[in-house]
């Protein structure tokens, strides 16, 4: 039995994003007409695609009420073991692979600590990240490199007008997307986040579940590395800072809760990226104060961090046992 | 009739046993929960399992599921010894739980749920598409082939939901339906029920017996846990009865009527130690009552709790000793919880010497209250901590000197040994072991010395004896004696009906919220209480 | 071995072996001169640890001190230093300012308190987001009212905490020491135990739950202004980066020292010695000419050793 009164309430929570998202269309286009262009919009989605591949993975690892803080700092070796070695003469395509296989280094090292060691997600990979940190700064002697061109070119180039970014950005998405919704071991991931004890009772492989998800969070950090790589040009002892944040807050904006068992990658995660920097391409138009994006930021994240702790609070209640059948009840 | 055990080796009917029980025994501490049970279940039959609380019925489940593995004795399945470790076993053997605690995943729709292990998935082309090949294949779901199963395992079932709501959405008995429909897609050749209807409406339930009979008469063996004593003797072939860990009765349904059940149930022998009743000089505390301006312990009048309780009034007078029976999930311990202030009340008054009682925990306690709850390990105790540090949890304040609040440790611990000598404490467990390594029975006197140090005015104990052997078991009644004698009132809700017959002035019945029977300590019924718990007592 | 692990020493025993490896190889490191350095040096890093050891106790997580220490230096710095200083120049400038920092970490540990304890979130998220909320803040406050990151003229009253050692040491003693006695020695410090082991035994057995967290997170937040406030001296500016590096030692130094990460169990004293580590670490690593970058691996390393001994010492080093 449930008391079905409260449940609407519940189910207008997950319009949150989308009003969010008009509500920040209808601001800033009103205060500035530069912000509603195609042209600014391809701007926000190609600027986006990195933060959103990256988000993507980390979506995975929330939905079993798991986090990864170092996705950053992986993005940051991976992005400096590539730099220097095309620096170094290496093929483009040799170095985007490096990338990718430093990503799913760093997911297997995170994996390890938490499923063989059992360490809890946030001090294990906040532990990660510094290392992680520590070592790009050692790859790139600390020192922002240049790297060659092909690799900006890969952020300019356009299949069909469509710029490459988007296309990669655009591919991880439908197959996050389809996985989490159409395989097994998407459900199965669902369940995990919902109720561990369960999961195990009804037979799934628990252990196996949680070192894949973090594996594909770093194959994804090490992909979104790639696309920023393909932006920037250069890798700055900077590159990749706050990645970890801005993923956390576009998967949570986009309804994935931080306590497990629900998320979206389309429209939910994408649309939280897509979300973010928008926000902040509105606030560069209307030339807000730099020194408040910070602010914003972590306001934003505070909001979408409170509804979801209040909505798990609210289910928990309405999912209580009844001794019996109060009028008005199911 | 008489009420010698019989046993159901062998049903007696033509159909093979798919379970056998044989001779099982287990035992907890040193006590012994099952003294050596022995039944069958056939194809294509529903036995019913009827017993008190812990009369061994869980246990006994748990067994079979392979949560638990018996000490003595032998369980098979379809003529093989069976000794399950896991519920994968248990699974793997054809045999399903539906708990009522399901074991469903909210977030989750119908037909996932029905189907987490093993999807049914697109094949490559070419591969043939043999409904047991399902494990095979691509990791895709079939869509259309997982909802066209769900709507076929949901219509053996009788419902007729879309395969795709989300179980977060079902009510309770449908979602008690879909976890039978969960056991039936694994091929499930036994199902075992555990107190299906207690959350179901009355076309629920009938729903749930119109179902249980096509299974039954589709060759699946049913056990039928139930406390609703009417359905289990409509609905079940043959009947089990268990009290104190042993199968007092057993045989085909018609055997047995209502009253017979009960008296089984419930027996006749005092097998518990209870400390001298108090000497005739010391005045019942009914008459108490009548003496004018004495004011009751705790006045409880028409407290209600939408879902939870209705309408609850009773009083306990300082130095009665008041028990609350009842089946387990009749509101009980919710009640204690409103009582203490942990959980919500919306209507009706609380009132503890004669003056309201409000707010939070911590306010009841300073005013007098105390509650031992039926969970020590995860709300009485802090397990890693020390004996001395849990003792003397709740009486810090007291102990502590305003204005920085330094505590006075030499009186506190004082206070600690003496009330560890007053429990009987093993004096083998030093005051700095965790409490993690204790007994049961230690344990509880941990939590029961806790309280006892706040000298209460007025103690709730919830399952004080629960899981612990016989000799603390008496020790707690001795204390709890002992604080009644003081003028304490103490409210005890216990599942063992001999415990509260031996031990209370007075006894409250509780079922579905509500209270639903009152009796005196010169007019225990035993038979009369059960039945309070089972149904409304009829005039 | 397990039971030097799980002892309360083994840290100390850490020190000798971190002592015994540098020594060796500089020389330098055994001076007096040196040793003196470590002992002011790490004086911020024992006020942010102590801080930290009482939220690790109730089972909680700051992630947020840093960012404490940045809003609170740039507050009192815009009280009583700049050139155009609220109180600049005036004779009570000093004890405005220090009051108005220790109100800061204050204000902010009672904020993530609130939201931890009655709103339910997530400890490590809301810490994480309150420093870059409160770091951004102390950055977009300085840039707004002196154009700069960095904030100078402060009295000389105030620098003395950074010129006179025995000051510094004075204050950081006493305010450890008082962390000390309250959670040895008083009801709040039994009842933030008993949060950590078990919150719903304590708030069955009367213990104001919501309170006692909130408590450990404002204490938190006022030894981190403390340190603050020592920085602040040391370095003679307000500026929103200080201690900015520190997070990672903080909470190695609470977890290698004993305090556990599940809640219920840790000492101020313990955290000394963790502290005494990883002091003794970073100089000799220091001295050793060891890049930033390696020193950073290091102090991750050590978070993790330090968190896997925890798993350790939690799972198999139990009494009797």
């Given at each position: 039995?449930?008391?079905?009164?409260?449940?609407?309430?519940?189910?207008?929570?997950?319009?949150?994003?989308?009003?969010?998202?008009?509500?920040?269309?209808?601001?800033?286009?009103?205060?500035?007409?530069?912000?509603?262009?195609?042209?600014?919009?391809?701007?926000?989605?190609?600027?986006?695609?990195?933060?959103?591949?990256?988000?993507?993975?980390?979506?995975?690892?929330?939905?079993?009420?798991?986090?990864?803080?170092?996705?950053?700092?992986?993005?940051?070796?991976?992005?400096?073991?590539?730099?220097?070695?095309?620096?170094?003469?290496?093929?483009?395509?040799?170095?985007?692979?490096?990338?990718?296989?430093?990503?799913?280094?760093?997911?297997?090292?995170?994996?390890?600590?938490?499923?063989?060691?059992?360490?809890?997600?946030?001090?294990?990979?906040?532990?990660?990240?510094?290392?992680?940190?520590?070592?790009?700064?050692?790859?790139?002697?600390?020192?922002?490199?240049?790297?060659?061109?092909?690799?900006?070119?890969?952020?300019?180039?356009?299949?069909?007008?469509?710029?490459?970014?988007?296309?990669?950005?655009?591919?991880?998405?439908?197959?996050?997307?389809?996985?989490?919704?159409?395989t097994p071991f998407?459900r199965q991931?669902?369940a995990?986040?919902?109720?561990?004890?369960?999961a195990?009772?009804a037979g799934l492989p628990?252990?196996?579940?949680?070192?894949?998800?973090?594996?594909?969070?770093?194959?994804?950090?090490?992909?979104?590395?790639?696309?920023?790589?393909?932006?920037?040009?250069?890798?700055?002892?900077?590159?990749?800072?706050?990645?970890?944040?801005?993923?956390?807050?576009?998967?949570?904006?986009?309804?994935?809760?931080?306590?497990?068992?629900?998320?979206?990658?389309?429209?939910?995660?994408?649309?939280?990226?897509?979300?973010?920097?928008?926000?902040?391409?509105?606030?560069?138009?209307?030339?807000?104060?730099?020194?408040?994006?910070?602010?914003?930021?972590?306001?934003?994240?505070?909001?979408?961090?409170?509804?979801?702790?209040?909505?798990?609070?609210?289910?928990?209640?309405?999912?209580?046992?009844?001794?019996?059948?109060?009028?008005?009840?199911? | 009739?008489?009420?010698?055990?019989?046993?159901?080796?062998?049903?007696?009917?033509?159909?093979?046993?798919?379970?056998?029980?044989?001779?099982?025994?287990?035992?907890?501490?040193?006590?012994?929960?099952?003294?050596?049970?022995?039944?069958?279940?056939?194809?294509?039959?529903?036995?019913?399992?009827?017993?008190?609380?812990?009369?061994?019925?869980?246990?006994?489940?748990?067994?079979?599921?392979?949560?638990?593995?018996?000490?003595?004795?032998?369980?098979?399945?379809?003529?093989?010894?069976?000794?399950?470790?896991?519920?994968n076993?248990?699974r793997n053997?054809g045999?399903a739980?539906?708990?009522?605690?399901?074991?469903?995943?909210?977030?989750l729709?119908?037909a996932e749920n029905l189907y987490l292990t093993d999807f049914p998935r697109i094949r490559?082309?070419?591969?043939?598409?043999r409904a047991d090949a399902r494990r095979s294949g691509l990791p895709w779901i079939n869509r259309?082939a997982l909802?066209?199963q769900s709507?076929e395992l949901?219509?053996?079932?009788?419902?007729?939901?879309?395969?795709?709501?989300?179980?977060?959405?079902?009510?309770?008995?449908?979602?008690?339906?879909?976890?039978?429909a969960k056991a039936l897609g694994a091929n499930a050749?036994?199902?075992?029920?555990?107190?299906?209807?207690?959350?179901?409406?009355?076309?629920?339930?009938?729903?749930?017996?119109?179902?249980?009979?096509?299974?039954?008469?589709?060759?699946?063996?049913?056990?039928?846990?139930?406390?609703?004593?009417?359905?289990?003797?409509?609905?079940?072939?043959?009947?089990?009865?268990?009290?104190?860990?042993?199968?007092?009765?057993?045989?085909?349904?018609?055997?047995?009527?209502?009253?017979?059940?009960?008296?089984?149930?419930?027996?006749?022998?005092?097998?518990?130690?209870?400390?001298?009743?108090?000497?005739?000089?010391?005045?019942?505390?009914?008459?108490?009552?009548?003496?004018?301006?004495?004011?009751?312990?705790?006045?409880?009048?028409?407290?209600?709790?939408?879902?939870?309780?209705?309408?609850?009034?009773?009083?306990?007078?300082?130095?009665?000793?008041?028990?609350?029976?009842?089946?387990?999930?009749?509101?009980?311990?919710?009640?204690?919880?409103?009582?203490?202030?942990?959980?919500?009340?919306?209507?009706?008054?609380?009132?503890?010497?004669?003056?309201?009682?409000?707010?939070?925990?911590?306010?009841?306690?300073?005013?007098?209250?105390?509650?031992?709850?039926?969970?020590?390990?995860?709300?009485?105790?802090?397990?890693?901590?020390?004996?001395?540090?849990?003792?003397?949890?709740?009486?810090?304040?007291?102990?502590?000197?305003?204005?920085?609040?330094?505590?006075?440790?030499?009186?506190?611990?004082?206070?600690?040994?003496?009330?560890?000598?007053?429990?009987?404490?093993?004096?083998?467990?030093?005051?700095?072991?965790?409490?993690?390594?204790?007994?049961?029975?230690?344990?509880?006197?941990?939590?029961?010395?806790?309280?006892?140090?706040?000298?209460?005015?007025?103690?709730?104990?919830?399952?004080?004896?629960?899981?612990?052997?016989?000799?603390?078991?008496?020790?707690?009644?001795?204390?709890?004696?002992?604080?009644?004698?003081?003028?304490?009132?103490?409210?005890?809700?216990?599942?063992?009906?001999?415990?509260?017959?031996?031990?209370?002035?007075?006894?409250?019945?509780?079922?579905?919220?509500?209270?639903?029977?009152?009796?005196?300590?010169?007019?225990?019924?035993?038979?009369?209480?059960?039945?309070?718990?089972?149904?409304?007592?009829?005039? | 071995?397990?039971?030097?692990?799980?002892?309360?020493?083994?840290?100390?025993?850490?020190?000798?072996?971190?002592?015994?490896?540098?020594?060796?190889?500089?020389?330098?490191?055994?001076?007096?001169?040196?040793?003196?350095?470590?002992?002011?040096?790490?004086?911020?890093?024992?006020?942010?640890?102590?801080?930290?050891?009482?939220?690790?106790?109730?089972?909680?997580?700051?992630?947020?001190?840093?960012?404490?220490?940045?809003?609170?230096?740039?507050?009192?710095?815009?009280?009583?230093?700049?050139?155009?200083?609220?109180?600049?120049?005036?004779?009570?400038?000093?004890?405005?300012?220090?009051?108005?920092?220790?109100?800061?970490?204050?204000?902010?540990?009672?904020?993530?308190?609130?939201?931890?304890?009655?709103?339910?979130?997530?400890?490590?998220?809301?810490?994480?987001?309150?420093?870059?909320?409160?770091?951004?803040?102390?950055?977009?406050?300085?840039?707004?009212?002196?154009?700069?990151?960095?904030?100078?003229?402060?009295?000389?009253?105030?620098?003395?905490?950074?010129?006179?050692?025995?000051?510094?040491?004075?204050?950081?003693?006493?305010?450890?020491?008082?962390?000390?006695?309250?959670?040895?020695?008083?009801?709040?410090?039994?009842?933030?135990?008993?949060?950590?082991?078990?919150?719903?035994?304590?708030?069955?057995?009367?213990?104001?739950?919501?309170?006692?967290?909130?408590?450990?997170?404002?204490?938190?937040?006022?030894?981190?202004?403390?340190?603050?406030?020592?920085?602040?001296?040391?370095?003679?500016?307000?500026?929103?980066?200080?201690?900015?590096?520190?997070?990672?030692?903080?909470?190695?130094?609470?977890?290698?020292?004993?305090?556990?990460?599940?809640?219920?169990?840790?000492?101020?004293?313990?955290?000394?010695?963790?502290?005494?580590?990883?002091?003794?670490?970073?100089?000799?690593?220091?001295?050793?000419?060891?890049?930033?970058?390696?020193?950073?691996?290091?102090?991750?390393?050590?978070?993790?050793?330090?968190?896997?001994?925890?798993?350790?010492?939690?799972?198999?080093?139990?009494?009797?």
């Open positions: 039995m449930s008391a079905p009164n409260s449940r609407p309430l519940l189910r207008l929570l997950d319009f949150a994003p989308g009003a969010l998202f008009a509500v920040v269309l209808l601001v800033f286009g009103l205060m500035s007409d530069k912000f509603l262009t195609t042209d600014n919009f391809t701007q926000i989605l190609v600027q986006s695609s990195s933060t959103a591949v990256v988000a993507v993975g980390m979506t995975f690892v929330l939905v079993t009420a798991g986090v990864d803080l170092s996705v950053g700092a992986i993005m940051f070796c991976g992005a400096g073991l590539a730099g220097k070695m095309a620096l170094g003469g290496q093929p483009l395509s040799l170095c985007l692979l490096v990338m990718i296989g430093v990503g799913l280094l760093g997911g297997a090292v995170n994996a390890l600590l938490v499923t063989r060691f059992k360490l809890a997600a946030f001090i294990a990979t906040l532990a990660t990240l510094y290392i992680g940190r520590g070592m790009g700064r050692w790859i790139t002697q600390t020192r922002a490199m240049n790297l060659p061109d092909s690799f900006l070119a890969l952020g300019s180039a356009k299949w069909s007008g469509v710029p490459l970014p988007l296309w990669i950005a655009g591919g991880v998405i439908l197959v996050a997307q389809l996985v989490l919704s159409n998407g991931l669902y995990l986040g919902n109720n561990p004890a369960a195990n009772k628990t252990t196996r579940l949680l070192a894949e998800v973090y594996l594909i969070c770093g194959a994804c950090a090490g992909l979104g590395g790639i696309l920023a790589l393909s932006q920037l040009g250069s890798v700055s002892p900077k590159f990749g800072e706050h990645y970890e944040f801005d993923a956390i807050t576009a998967a949570v904006l986009g309804g994935t809760s931080l306590f497990g068992g629900r998320g979206k990658v389309f429209p939910g995660t994408v649309l939280g990226a897509v979300l973010l920097k928008s926000i902040f391409n509105g606030l560069v138009i209307v030339q807000a104060d730099p020194y408040l994006y910070p602010l914003i930021t972590s306001a934003i994240i505070f909001l979408a961090v409170v509804l979801d702790s209040l909505r798990r609070v609210a289910e928990a209640r309405l999912n209580a046992r009844q001794i019996y059948a109060a009028p008005g009840q199911i | 009739m008489n009420s010698t055990p019989t046993h159901l080796e062998r049903p007696t009917t033509n159909n093979e046993p798919f379970i056998v029980f044989d001779h099982i025994e287990k035992a907890f501490f040193g006590v012994k929960v099952l003294k050596g049970v022995s039944f069958g279940v056939g194809v294509g039959r529903i036995v019913g399992l009827v017993g008190e609380n812990g009369a061994g019925k869980s246990t006994l489940m748990n067994l079979l599921g392979g949560n638990l593995q018996p000490d003595a004795g032998e369980l098979r399945v379809n003529d093989q010894h069976y000794a399950p470790r896991h519920s076993d248990a053997a045999i739980f539906v708990h009522q605690e399901l074991n469903l995943f909210p977030n729709s119908i490559p082309a070419g591969t043939s598409g259309r909802r066209a709507v949901l219509r053996q079932v009788g419902l007729d939901l879309s395969p795709d709501t989300l179980v977060e959405r079902l009510p309770a008995g449908e979602r008690q339906l879909v976890e039978i050749r036994a199902l075992i029920l555990d107190e299906p209807t207690t959350s179901l409406s009355s076309p629920e339930c009938e729903r749930l017996f119109i179902l249980a009979t096509q299974l039954r008469d589709r060759g699946i063996a049913i056990i039928y846990i139930s406390h609703a004593l009417g359905d289990v003797l409509r609905l079940c072939n043959d009947l089990v009865v268990l009290r104190d860990g042993e199968m007092v009765g057993g045989g085909p349904t018609q055997d047995f009527t209502h009253d017979r059940l009960v008296s089984l149930m419930v027996g006749r022998q005092l097998n518990q130690l209870y400390p001298e009743r108090r000497s005739p000089a010391r005045p019942e505390p009914n008459e108490t009552e009548n003496v004018p301006g004495r004011k009751p312990a705790l006045q409880v009048e028409r407290v209600s709790q939408p879902g939870i309780v209705r309408d609850i009034s009773f009083s306990l007078a300082a130095g009665e000793v008041l028990g609350l029976s009842g089946l387990m999930g009749a509101g009980r311990s919710e009640l204690a919880r409103i009582l203490f202030g942990l959980d919500p009340c919306a209507s009706g008054e609380i009132r503890l010497n004669g003056e309201n009682l409000t707010g939070a925990p911590r306010r009841r306690i300073q005013r007098g209250l105390a509650f031992l709850t039926e969970d020590r390990r995860q709300e009485g105790l802090c397990l890693e901590a020390s004996i001395a540090d849990n003792m003397a949890l709740v009486t810090l304040p007291s102990n502590s000197r305003s204005p920085v609040r330094f505590l006075d440790y030499t009186r506190i611990n004082s206070a600690v040994k003496r009330m560890r000598e007053a429990v009987k404490l093993s004096p083998k467990a030093a005051d700095t072991q965790a409490v993690r390594t204790l007994s049961g029975g230690n344990q509880q006197k941990v939590v029961l010395g806790k309280w006892l140090l706040a000298k209460p005015k007025v103690l709730i104990l919830d399952e004080p004896t629960r899981g612990i052997d016989v000799g603390a078991k008496s020790e707690i009644y001795r204390l709890i004696y002992q604080l009644a004698d003081r003028g304490a009132g103490v409210l005890v809700i216990s599942s063992e009906l001999e415990e509260l017959v031996g031990l209370c002035d007075r006894i409250l019945v509780m079922r579905h919220g509500e209270i639903s029977g009152e009796f005196r300590r010169d007019s225990f019924d035993r038979e009369k209480i059960l039945a309070a718990a089972l149904h409304f007592l009829k005039k | 071995m397990s039971n030097l692990v799980g002892s309360d020493l083994f840290v100390l025993f850490l020190c000798g072996i971190t002592f015994a490896a540098f020594a060796p190889f500089t020389p330098i490191f055994v001076t007096p001169a040196n040793l003196a350095n470590i002992l002011i040096g790490c004086l911020p890093l024992l006020l942010l640890a102590t801080g930290q050891t009482l939220v690790l106790i109730t089972g909680g997580i700051d992630l947020s001190v840093t960012a404490i220490i940045g809003l609170s230096s740039v507050v009192g710095a815009l009280v009583m230093g700049g050139d155009q200083g609220w109180l600049q120049g005036s004779p009570i400038a000093m004890p405005v300012a220090m009051a108005s920092m220790l109100a800061t970490g204050a204000l902010v540990g009672l904020f993530n308190g609130a939201c931890i304890a009655w709103l339910r979130m997530p400890a490590f998220m809301v810490t994480l987001t309150t420093t870059m909320f409160f770091s951004g803040l102390s950055v977009w406050l300085a840039k707004k009212v002196v154009n700069s990151e960095s904030i100078y003229n402060l009295p000389p009253a105030f620098l003395a905490f950074g010129t006179h050692a025995w000051l510094a040491l004075l204050m950081a003693v006493i305010a450890t020491l008082l962390a000390h006695l309250l959670l040895a020695r008083t009801l709040l410090g039994r009842w933030l135990y008993a949060v950590g082991h078990n919150p719903r035994t304590s708030l069955i057995s009367g213990v104001p739950v919501g309170g006692v967290t909130v408590g450990a997170y404002v204490f938190s937040g006022v030894f981190a202004a403390l340190a603050s406030i020592l920085l602040t001296a040391q370095l003679e500016t307000g500026s929103p980066n200080h201690g900015k590096t520190l997070l990672l030692d903080v909470i190695g130094a609470a977890v290698i020292g004993g305090t556990s990460l599940f809640g219920g169990k840790g000492k101020v004293l313990w955290t000394v010695y963790g502290v005494l580590f990883l002091s003794l670490l970073g100089n000799g690593l220091n001295l050793l000419n060891v890049s930033d970058f390696l020193i950073t691996i290091v102090k991750g390393a050590v978070i993790l050793v330090a968190a896997l001994l925890d798993v350790w010492r939690t799972k198999f080093v139990r009494g009797p």
